[in-house]
């Protein structure tokens, strides 16, 4: 076994025996943070186990113009995606009850509806997405920082995008097998082949940024961004109908088709780009 698929195997050892830790921690802070930084634990036991340098990690920033294209490609995505979910009206715009709750959090009982939901885009867009950065940090640790560039050594573009996407989906797929993660409107089945499109499409975007900077950064970035936006803003204010879970989030088709759509394109450009296996 060569050096690349020793730490991978190793790697992958590591999240499957951390991963009860995770999720009893989970439900006993009621966060997913601690459930995400076993996986950064597990990058961190397979570079000492196998003498890996922690640095090759990919702890440099890269070029920013990466980083704004990993921060707008999951806001762009997302946004179309509900504005065909409200367009077609599989959902509304917007709902007025949440809008109230947040109101009512803000202590801004005088604003208007627009003004709340123009201040909760902003907070959204830095406050919010910047609180996320520990528990996806400590994702992408592993998934892009240690795995991506490990699979490269042995495996094409499109093996290393598509096999890291899965293999962060299975990750996933106990949590919705219990019921902690995912909605109660639709089939198992169909949220958990939804759900792996939409990871492994946004998996091949990482996997382009992480060869083309060499970094992690805008792995995280994009992945802080996609779940910022989706999570805070546009699922919550979206007024649910019979139709809508079928529809929004990650567990239904509108976003991961849009995400499929820029996951191609940033295929095509990989294939192009690093289509060889690395020797």
């Given at each position: 076994m060569n050096s690349s698929w020793r730490i991978t195997s190793t790697f992958i050892l590591f999240v499957v025996c951390l991963y009860p830790l995770g999720v009893w921690l989970l439900l006993r802070f009621q966060s997913a943070s601690p459930l995400m930084l076993t996986v950064g634990l597990a990058a961190v036991g397979a570079c000492l186990v196998c003498g890996r340098q922690l640095s090759s990690l990919g702890w440099g920033w890269g070029d920013w113009k990466y980083q704004y294209q990993s921060y707008l490609i999951p806001l762009a995505y997302a946004a179309i995606a509900y504005v065909g979910i409200w367009g077609f009206s599989l959902g509304s715009w917007y709902d007025s009850g949440a809008v109230e709750q947040i109101r009512s959090g803000y202590m801004l009982d005088s604003w208007s509806d627009e003004s709340i939901i123009a201040l909760r885009f902003v907070l959204t867009a830095t406050v919010s997405f910047v609180l996320l950065l520990p528990g996806v940090l400590g994702e992408e640790v592993g998934?892009?920082?240690?795995?991506?560039?490990?699979?490269?050594?042995?495996l094409s573009f499109s093996q290393v995008a598509i096999l890291s996407g899965i293999l962060w989906s299975m990750f996933h797929w106990p949590l919705m097998l219990l019921g902690f993660y995912g909605n109660s409107g639709t089939p198992l089945l169909f949220q958990l082949v939804i759900f792996t499109v939409c990871l492994t499409s946004m998996s091949v975007v990482m996997a382009y940024f992480r060869y083309k900077t060499n970094s992690l950064w805008p792995a995280v970035t994009f992945h802080m961004s996609h779940n910022v936006f989706l999570?805070?803003?546009?699922?919550?204010?979206?007024?649910?109908?019979?139709?809508?879970?079928?529809f929004a989030d990650e567990f239904g088709v509108a976003v991961p088709i849009v995400a499929t759509v820029f996951g191609l394109y940033y295929w095509r450009k990989g294939v192009r780009e690093f289509g060889r296996v690395e020797t």
């Open positions: 998934w892009r920082g240690l795995l991506v560039p490990a699979l490269s050594k042995n999570q805070k803003f546009f699922t919550p204010l979206t007024e649910a109908n019979e139709s809508t879970e079928w």
